[in-house]
């Protein structure tokens, strides 16, 4: 298993832009697949957006597509989760976690690391 904290989390405007951050620790997680996850009051933890430490392929959910980056910093072992033009509805608990692998998969439980979460609030 790996170790995943999350920070960056805070309220901005409608409109804005937040970074948040993930730093890996643990096994050698080169093999690894990092994603965001997200959780809104009363709604199920969904998806949002994922890559491969090796090559940096991404994906997203259509919901953050075009608004959200992921990226890596393999000398800081962090993962970047921009996030702009924020909505009311992206307001969530956002949560890092990791699998092993090369496929990319949008389950909750294809995941077996995850971090404590981050809150994200955007006001209208």
């Known amino acids: 298993q790996v170790q995943l904290v999350e920070s960056g989390g805070g309220l901005v405007q409608a409109g804005g832009s937040l970074r948040l951050s993930c730093v890996v620790s643990g096994r050698t997680f080169s093999s690894y697949i990092t994603g965001w996850f997200r959780q809104a009051p009363g709604k199920d933890r969904e998806f949002a957006a994922a890559?491969?430490?090796?090559?940096?392929?991404?994906y997203y959910a259509d919901s953050v597509k075009g608004r959200f980056t992921i990226s890596t910093d393999n000398a800081k072992n962090t993962v970047y989760l921009q996030m702009t033009s924020l909505k009311p509805e992206d307001t969530a608990v956002y949560y890092c976690a990791a699998r092993r692998g090369s496929n990319f998969d949008t389950r909750e439980t294809a995941y077996d690391s995850w971090g404590q979460g981050t809150q994200v609030t955007v006001s209208s």
């Open positions: 890559i491969r430490w090796s090559g940096g392929s991404t």
